[in-house]
């Protein structure tokens, strides 16, 4: 009990002190958010207009006080779920921006990590078992190789391989023509637009899980059950599912966890370069005119998610594998 | 991404690193294939950033010539927007690469080992309770999105300061799994012995356990300067790259916002993606190598 | 915490959620049906071009909100993020910042009975698009609101910005009159600009600045077809006052490409858009090339980008060492690297040339105000001024000391960052010991605040207000402080000006507007507060197979850039095909 308590509580302590880092990275830095959006409509080529950065000061209203009643204001509002008013999409909140935005990204992330994740286990299960195989050393060299390309190069040739050269698929957006909704044209619209960054990530993100299975897997193979089981003269093929693979597969799962909670991290530069509507593309964005509060928020959602992730994979460790319990606590 | 994977492998697996003595480290690491290829791979990487201004043809930000043209015999992959040659921004660009790797591996590392082993060895006690929710904290916190505001942020943008940001946001994870190395290593005959000669804690970390630990803390660097470098083409692709200097990431975004495939200048764009890949490629091939240390059952036998 | 709560109060979207991402596991599998459908779609593009006699049925557009998410409509024209810009509501007049021609619009014509009380006339039988007839009360109407909330007063009608505050906006019949405590000319290309709106939607909406329009009541010539977050469609309005003159059928607004440049050439080449006026590289090679006939692009001079040096320091606060910068820079190598050459280099008068020509005093004739790059000339000046090279080769200052130049450049702003490369090569050849800082953008406008600086690029303004145009960059009361970023970066001061602009605020006719801009010319030609280096552009990139008729660097009848409103009266058919 004692270990479901502390790690209860260091959840709650984390939380704490990402939301006051948030809370401050913003407010160490330069910048007036009313100018900057004000050049940002206008352009850099502009003069900036006074009377309208006057007029955007009114309109987003200076934090005032002093830096701690302004904290204790942030830590107020966040209880009630308010994540404030987002600079860029005035008069909309941080919440409906985000909301907006949220399904995009964890529909197209999801989908990729649950696809990586299956690929991975497989291939790499399979190259430890037939270690040292073509097989085995050109899943790992071309894994490996493959998965060391950045997203952001991979987008551009897919772009202009698959999408203007080929024509094969849409490049920018989310969906084009269709009504949002449950119905047929959209799903397909939206799968369409979703094929090319998915695509992409699908090409970065399986090598994880193949090298982490595949190392897992060899050491497991080499423990003394298994040789016990090749002394018993079960088939090779039990061996490998029944008692290798499933005992790998452990700290994969754990890792998996961990890597939901990231999904936001690697799709900035992915989303932005297809212009697709998600999370990724938003956080670009805020980070690009310095919407302050929609950061905040983005950020929040991004820790807490990975938070949550942590905390569930540590619970199941501590149900699934006594001694990880006694050892922490 | 391997030595991520290190750290959720059970604890047991790492103890037995470095205690054998006949398998001296280099020996282990040599005798894989692919640690071998990566060797010499990084080997001529390192060749070609000392040599930069005897391989490469012009100076990196020498924009004497005709701005936008493709490849030819003078410039191998053609000229950017400000007139330069990119080929010598390629080869000059494998210092930025190699610098960010060396000194934010090192720093990232550094950090890791301090953090790490000091609440390793003193598990269970509020140190290592304060310095466990530092690493979770570190850990949790969007790394890409706060390295991005971090350097937006920031008033200039040498490349101390990526390697600084690029440090600080990296070193969660290895403390973690330093962390339960030493708690391992922290029963063992040899520290109890030191520790009834009523040597210090600091001391006995970081002279008795520290030097038993070699070739993790090798690991944990390739691994750190991996990240490192992939993390430096991330942010400078972004356009949030050290301002004074050209890397591989730069000329991606340069090329990018030059729209170079728009105009037909594809080697522009394929050739520093593809020298980027090939670095990171051969370090994760050097860290195959080195897992064959932590985890004695993967030796190709 | 909360934001995951939000998501779980919208849950009901989940379920979609799942079963698309169930279903596009099929779509990895099936990449060629995805293929078919978007070549069906250009073929149907394709054949409606064909069909027209004197209309154009589609017009693609690339979407006017710079934001991410287009999902989150309004047309309030007061929001920051306006899902439409351009096409729904409307101002009393046009004025172009290229000729400065005034075009009549709500308004029919306009009189300055003195400096400080302007008359507009209201243009009758303009309706709303509800069909209420639209009258001179909702102008006023307009005008007050924006005084009553100042966070939408983006003219600046109500405070003393750009010439003295307003005092009273009145209608009377056709006539809208406004009285200004002082005189305030200079205010009239902002105020022109407000967009008009109805009082039947505004009236009751509280703060207009929060408020969400979905159903706007407008008088321009396209409304809302349909919205589905991504794909607009405005569809032409029959009672539009000039719908004689729209020959456009329906406009597609569709992406976003502002941080993508290479996804709006793919487009325009390719057709699926038809006029952009966001920056594209190299716009001559990666799109015009592709197909002369159809394919075109005008970068029309609209500012300046000039190269400012913080006065208040040695050695720049010399004319003499500032004079000798202006004559060692490439600025044709700049113009080319920076803006692939389209952009033509800047004349040191301040005044965009040939459009403003007739402004130039008599003394200076137009060719001569533009200072070619001679660096011999440089180096002499340099040497005559006293500032002559060391042992080390670098130059020094009058007195000896070493002279040592930090020049601060947004990073990331690659034309900038191109021009301060060359620049800097430049001034090296000169012996000038110089480093490049590149800093993020904000850090450059927190030195603009501070003063804290030496060399920095900058944009001067060129519009139809010379006071605060070309005015701002060497007025002594736009030097910036502490909060505020304004004109005058270099704090160059000089009284002769500030009387000039002051008098600027009273010029209603043209022959003193053209006496005190040549008194900002004259400081401008022998102080140097400023180096201009080129010309930044009014974009437009535009094909020619779906309409003809937009503005040209021949008949640059718009700013092709800031009114579309005015070329889509323009645009016809094209004649064959």
Redesign the interface.
């Given at each position: 009990m004692r270990y479901f308590v502390r790690k209860i509580g260091f959840f709650v302590l984390t939380l704490w002190a990402v939301v006051t880092l948030n809370f401050l990275i913003p407010r160490l830095q330069p910048g007036d958010p009313a100018e900057l959006m004000v050049q940002n409509l206008a352009g850099k080529n502009a003069q900036l207009n006074r009377a309208q950065v006057e007029a955007m000061r009114d309109l987003l209203g200076a934090p005032s006080g002093s830096l701690l009643s302004q904290y204790w204001n942030y830590l107020v509002q966040l209880i009630h779920g308010n994540l404030g008013v987002s600079y860029t999409y005035f008069p909309y909140t941080v919440a409906e921006v985000i909301g907006k935005a949220f399904w995009w990204t964890v529909i197209l992330v999801g989908t990729v990590q649950v696809l990586s994740f299956a690929i991975g286990i497989l291939l790499g299960a399979f190259a430890a078992w037939r270690r040292n195989s073509r097989f085995d050393t050109s899943v790992t060299v071309i894994s490996t190789f493959v998965g060391t390309l950045q997203p952001f190069w991979i987008a551009l040739l897919l772009i202009y391989g698959l999408g203007y050269g080929l024509g094969w698929f849409p490049t920018a957006g989310g969906y084009q023509a269709s009504t949002p909704g449950f119905n047929g044209a959209f799903v397909y619209d939206a799968m369409s637009h979703a094929f090319l960054p998915a695509l992409t990530l699908m090409i970065v993100t399986p090598i994880g899980w193949i090298l982490g299975m595949r190392n897992t897997m060899i050491m497991n193979l080499g423990e003394d059950y298994i040789r016990l089981a090749r002394a018993k003269g079960l088939p090779d093929r039990m061996i490998a599912l029944r008692y290798a693979a499933r005992n790998a597969l452990l700290p994969s799962v754990a890792g998996f966890a961990l890597a939901l909670g990231g999904i936001l991290g690697g799709t900035i530069l992915v989303e932005t370069v297809f212009d697709y509507p998600g999370l990724g593309r938003l956080m670009g964005e805020a980070v690009g005119i310095k919407d302050y509060p929609l950061l905040q928020g983005l950020m929040l959602l991004t820790a807490v998610a990975t938070l949550l992730a942590n905390l569930i994979a540590d619970l199941l460790y501590g149900i699934l594998d006594p001694r990880a319990r006694r050892a922490a606590a | 991404m391997s030595s991520t994977q290190n750290a959720v492998l059970p604890e047991e697996q790492v103890a037995a690193a470095g205690t054998d003595p006949v398998d001296r480290w280099y020996r282990v690491v040599w005798s894989s294939k692919k640690a071998r290829v990566g060797v010499v791979v990084v080997a001529i990487y390192v060749l070609v950033a000392l040599l930069a201004p005897v391989i490469a043809p012009y100076g990196p930000t020498d924009g004497s010539f005709t701005p936008l043209t493709g490849p030819s015999a003078q410039h191998l992959l053609g000229t950017n927007v400000a007139g330069v040659d990119v080929f010598s921004q390629v080869i000059y660009g494998s210092r930025v690469s190699l610098l960010v790797g060396l000194l934010g591996g090192l720093l990232a590392t550094a950090i890791a080992l301090l953090i790490g082993m000091v609440s390793g060895y003193a598990e269970g006690t509020v140190v290592d309770d304060v310095l466990t929710f530092l690493t979770n904290t570190a850990l949790v916190i969007p790394v890409l999105p706060l390295i991005i505001t971090l350097v937006a942020y920031s008033d200039t943008r040498g490349i101390p300061l990526i390697v600084g940001v690029i440090a600080f946001t990296s070193w969660a994870g290895a403390a973690r799994s330093k962390r339960a190395q030493i708690i391992t290593l922290r029963n063992r005959d040899f520290v109890t012995a030191a520790k009834f000669s009523g040597d210090g804690t600091f001391r006995i970390i970081f002279s008795e356990i520290l030097p038993n630990m070699t070739s993790l803390v090798a690991a944990a660097f390739v691994g750190a300067a991996t990240g490192a470098i992939g993390a430096e083409a991330g942010l400078a692709v972004l356009g949030l790259g050290s301002s004074d200097s050209v890397s591989w990431g730069t000329i991606l975004y340069q090329a990018d916002a030059a729209g170079a495939i728009s105009q037909g200048l594809f080697v522009w764009v394929f050739v520093p993606g593809l020298v980027l890949a090939i670095l990171i490629t051969s370090m994760a091939f050097i860290n195959f190598g080195i897992d064959l240390l932590s985890n004695p059952h993967l030796r190709e036998d | 915490?909360?934001?995951?709560?939000?998501?779980v109060r919208?849950g009901q979207?989940?379920?979609?959620?799942?079963?698309?991402?169930a279903?596009?596991?099929?779509?990895?599998v099936l990449?060629?049906?995805?293929?078919s459908?978007?070549?069906g779609?250009k073929e149907q593009q394709g054949n409606s071009s064909g069909a027209s006699s004197g209309t154009i049925p589609v017009l693609n557009l690339a979407t006017e909100s710079?934001?991410?998410?287009?999902?989150?409509v309004?047309y309030n024209p007061f929001?920051?993020?306006q899902t439409v810009r351009t096409w729904l509501f409307e101002p009393l007049m046009q004025q172009s910042s290229l000729d400065c021609k005034v075009v009549p619009w709500l308004a029919t014509g306009y009189t300055w009975e003195s400096p400080s009380k302007l008359v507009f006339t209201i243009r009758q039988g303009v309706k709303w698009s509800d069909g209420s007839p639209f009258t001179a009360k909702d102008v006023a109407f307009t005008y007050n609101l924006t005084k009553k909330y100042?966070?939408?007063?983006?003219?600046?009608v109500w405070?003393d910005?750009?010439g003295a505050k307003a005092k009273s906006v009145t209608a009377d019949g056709d006539k809208v009159t406004f009285e200004f405590e002082g005189p305030a000319v200079t205010k009239f290309p902002?105020l022109i600009g407000q967009k008009i709106v109805s009082e039947k939607e505004f009236a009751s909406v509280g703060d207009p600045?929060?408020?969400?329009s979905k159903n706007p009541i407008s008088t321009g010539p396209f409304k809302v077809a349909s919205y589905?977050?991504?794909?607009l469609e405005l569809e032409r309005r029959p009672d539009y006052w000039q719908a004689d003159k729209i020959k456009v059928q329906k406009l597609v607004l569709?992406?976003?490409?502002s941080?993508?440049?290479?996804?709006a050439?793919?487009?325009l080449?390719?057709g699926e858009l038809d006029f952009y006026s966001g920056e594209?590289?190299?716009p001559d090679?990666?799109?015009v090339a592709d197909d002369p006939k159809t394919n075109h692009v005008w970068y029309a001079a609209?500012?300046l980008?000039v190269l400012a040096p913080n006065l208040t320091q040695k050695p720049f606060s010399d004319v003499k060492f500032r004079e000798a910068l202006a004559h060692g820079m490439d600025k044709q190598s700049a113009t080319?690297?920076a803006t692939?050459g389209l952009m033509k280099v800047a004349s040191q008068s301040g005044l965009p040339l040939p459009e403003k020509d007739d402004l130039l005093p008599a003394k200076y004739p137009a060719d001569s105000t533009v200072i070619p790059f001679d660096l011999a000339k440089a180096n002499q000046m340099l040497d005559a001024a006293g500032y002559r090279k060391g042992s080390n080769g670098l130059r020094q200052d009058t007195d000896g000391s070493p002279i040592k130049i930090t020049f601060s450049?947004?990073?990331?702003?690659?034309d900038?960052?191109?021009m301060a490369?060359?620049l800097t090569?430049n001034f090296r050849k000169l012996g000038l010991d110089i480093t490049?800082?590149?800093?993020?953008?904000?850090?450059v406008?927190?030195q603009k605040k501070t003063g804290d600086f030496q060399l920095m690029i900058n944009?001067?303004?060129a519009?139809c207000d010379y006071a605060?145009?070309m005015g701002?960059t060497v007025s002594t009361a736009e030097i910036p402080d502490k909060?505020?970023?304004?004109?005058n970066i270099g704090r160059y001061t000089n009284p002769a000006v500030d009387k000039a602009i002051g008098a600027l605020a009273g010029a209603t006719d043209e022959a003193a507007t053209k006496e005190q801009v040549g008194v900002l010319v004259d400081a401008m030609m022998t102080d140097y507060p400023v180096l201009p280096i080129l010309y930044?552009?009014a974009r437009a990139i535009w094909r020619t197979d779906h309409a003809v008729g937009w503005p040209t660097a021949e008949d640059p009848y718009a700013n092709p850039q800031d009114q579309p409103l005015v070329w889509i009266t323009h645009l016809t058919a094209p004649s064959s095909k």
């Amino acid at each position: 009990m004692r270990y479901f308590v502390r790690k209860i509580g260091f959840f709650v302590l984390t939380l704490w002190a990402v939301v006051t880092l948030n809370f401050l990275i913003p407010r160490l830095q330069p910048g007036d958010p009313a100018e900057l959006m004000v050049q940002n409509l206008a352009g850099k080529n502009a003069q900036l207009n006074r009377a309208q950065v006057e007029a955007m000061r009114d309109l987003l209203g200076a934090p005032s006080g002093s830096l701690l009643s302004q904290y204790w204001n942030y830590l107020v509002q966040l209880i009630h779920g308010n994540l404030g008013v987002s600079y860029t999409y005035f008069p909309y909140t941080v919440a409906e921006v985000i909301g907006k935005a949220f399904w995009w990204t964890v529909i197209l992330v999801g989908t990729v990590q649950v696809l990586s994740f299956a690929i991975g286990i497989l291939l790499g299960a399979f190259a430890a078992w037939r270690r040292n195989s073509r097989f085995d050393t050109s899943v790992t060299v071309i894994s490996t190789f493959v998965g060391t390309l950045q997203p952001f190069w991979i987008a551009l040739l897919l772009i202009y391989g698959l999408g203007y050269g080929l024509g094969w698929f849409p490049t920018a957006g989310g969906y084009q023509a269709s009504t949002p909704g449950f119905n047929g044209a959209f799903v397909y619209d939206a799968m369409s637009h979703a094929f090319l960054p998915a695509l992409t990530l699908m090409i970065v993100t399986p090598i994880g899980w193949i090298l982490g299975m595949r190392n897992t897997m060899i050491m497991n193979l080499g423990e003394d059950y298994i040789r016990l089981a090749r002394a018993k003269g079960l088939p090779d093929r039990m061996i490998a599912l029944r008692y290798a693979a499933r005992n790998a597969l452990l700290p994969s799962v754990a890792g998996f966890a961990l890597a939901l909670g990231g999904i936001l991290g690697g799709t900035i530069l992915v989303e932005t370069v297809f212009d697709y509507p998600g999370l990724g593309r938003l956080m670009g964005e805020a980070v690009g005119i310095k919407d302050y509060p929609l950061l905040q928020g983005l950020m929040l959602l991004t820790a807490v998610a990975t938070l949550l992730a942590n905390l569930i994979a540590d619970l199941l460790y501590g149900i699934l594998d006594p001694r990880a319990r006694r050892a922490a606590a | 991404m391997s030595s991520t994977q290190n750290a959720v492998l059970p604890e047991e697996q790492v103890a037995a690193a470095g205690t054998d003595p006949v398998d001296r480290w280099y020996r282990v690491v040599w005798s894989s294939k692919k640690a071998r290829v990566g060797v010499v791979v990084v080997a001529i990487y390192v060749l070609v950033a000392l040599l930069a201004p005897v391989i490469a043809p012009y100076g990196p930000t020498d924009g004497s010539f005709t701005p936008l043209t493709g490849p030819s015999a003078q410039h191998l992959l053609g000229t950017n927007v400000a007139g330069v040659d990119v080929f010598s921004q390629v080869i000059y660009g494998s210092r930025v690469s190699l610098l960010v790797g060396l000194l934010g591996g090192l720093l990232a590392t550094a950090i890791a080992l301090l953090i790490g082993m000091v609440s390793g060895y003193a598990e269970g006690t509020v140190v290592d309770d304060v310095l466990t929710f530092l690493t979770n904290t570190a850990l949790v916190i969007p790394v890409l999105p706060l390295i991005i505001t971090l350097v937006a942020y920031s008033d200039t943008r040498g490349i101390p300061l990526i390697v600084g940001v690029i440090a600080f946001t990296s070193w969660a994870g290895a403390a973690r799994s330093k962390r339960a190395q030493i708690i391992t290593l922290r029963n063992r005959d040899f520290v109890t012995a030191a520790k009834f000669s009523g040597d210090g804690t600091f001391r006995i970390i970081f002279s008795e356990i520290l030097p038993n630990m070699t070739s993790l803390v090798a690991a944990a660097f390739v691994g750190a300067a991996t990240g490192a470098i992939g993390a430096e083409a991330g942010l400078a692709v972004l356009g949030l790259g050290s301002s004074d200097s050209v890397s591989w990431g730069t000329i991606l975004y340069q090329a990018d916002a030059a729209g170079a495939i728009s105009q037909g200048l594809f080697v522009w764009v394929f050739v520093p993606g593809l020298v980027l890949a090939i670095l990171i490629t051969s370090m994760a091939f050097i860290n195959f190598g080195i897992d064959l240390l932590s985890n004695p059952h993967l030796r190709e036998d | 915490m909360t934001s995951t709560s939000f998501h779980v109060r919208r849950g009901q979207r989940s379920w979609r959620g799942i079963i698309v991402a169930a279903l596009s596991v099929g779509v990895l599998v099936l990449p060629a049906c995805a293929g078919s459908r978007v070549a069906g779609e250009k073929e149907q593009q394709g054949n409606s071009s064909g069909a027209s006699s004197g209309t154009i049925p589609v017009l693609n557009l690339a979407t006017e909100s710079d934001a991410a998410m287009g999902s989150l409509v309004s047309y309030n024209p007061f929001a920051p993020q306006q899902t439409v810009r351009t096409w729904l509501f409307e101002p009393l007049m046009q004025q172009s910042s290229l000729d400065c021609k005034v075009v009549p619009w709500l308004a029919t014509g306009y009189t300055w009975e003195s400096p400080s009380k302007l008359v507009f006339t209201i243009r009758q039988g303009v309706k709303w698009s509800d069909g209420s007839p639209f009258t001179a009360k909702d102008v006023a109407f307009t005008y007050n609101l924006t005084k009553k909330y100042p966070a939408i007063d983006l003219a600046g009608v109500w405070n003393d910005s750009f010439g003295a505050k307003a005092k009273s906006v009145t209608a009377d019949g056709d006539k809208v009159t406004f009285e200004f405590e002082g005189p305030a000319v200079t205010k009239f290309p902002y105020l022109i600009g407000q967009k008009i709106v109805s009082e039947k939607e505004f009236a009751s909406v509280g703060d207009p600045a929060k408020y969400i329009s979905k159903n706007p009541i407008s008088t321009g010539p396209f409304k809302v077809a349909s919205y589905n977050g991504r794909r607009l469609e405005l569809e032409r309005r029959p009672d539009y006052w000039q719908a004689d003159k729209i020959k456009v059928q329906k406009l597609v607004l569709e992406g976003n490409y502002s941080t993508n440049a290479n996804q709006a050439a793919a487009k325009l080449k390719t057709g699926e858009l038809d006029f952009y006026s966001g920056e594209i590289p190299n716009p001559d090679k990666a799109f015009v090339a592709d197909d002369p006939k159809t394919n075109h692009v005008w970068y029309a001079a609209n500012g300046l980008t000039v190269l400012a040096p913080n006065l208040t320091q040695k050695p720049f606060s010399d004319v003499k060492f500032r004079e000798a910068l202006a004559h060692g820079m490439d600025k044709q190598s700049a113009t080319d690297k920076a803006t692939y050459g389209l952009m033509k280099v800047a004349s040191q008068s301040g005044l965009p040339l040939p459009e403003k020509d007739d402004l130039l005093p008599a003394k200076y004739p137009a060719d001569s105000t533009v200072i070619p790059f001679d660096l011999a000339k440089a180096n002499q000046m340099l040497d005559a001024a006293g500032y002559r090279k060391g042992s080390n080769g670098l130059r020094q200052d009058t007195d000896g000391s070493p002279i040592k130049i930090t020049f601060s450049v947004q990073a990331g702003w690659i034309d900038y960052e191109a021009m301060a490369d060359e620049l800097t090569s430049n001034f090296r050849k000169l012996g000038l010991d110089i480093t490049e800082n590149k800093m993020p953008p904000e850090a450059v406008d927190q030195q603009k605040k501070t003063g804290d600086f030496q060399l920095m690029i900058n944009y001067m303004g060129a519009g139809c207000d010379y006071a605060h145009g070309m005015g701002a960059t060497v007025s002594t009361a736009e030097i910036p402080d502490k909060t505020t970023i304004k004109g005058n970066i270099g704090r160059y001061t000089n009284p002769a000006v500030d009387k000039a602009i002051g008098a600027l605020a009273g010029a209603t006719d043209e022959a003193a507007t053209k006496e005190q801009v040549g008194v900002l010319v004259d400081a401008m030609m022998t102080d140097y507060p400023v180096l201009p280096i080129l010309y930044a552009p009014a974009r437009a990139i535009w094909r020619t197979d779906h309409a003809v008729g937009w503005p040209t660097a021949e008949d640059p009848y718009a700013n092709p850039q800031d009114q579309p409103l005015v070329w889509i009266t323009h645009l016809t058919a094209p004649s064959s095909k």
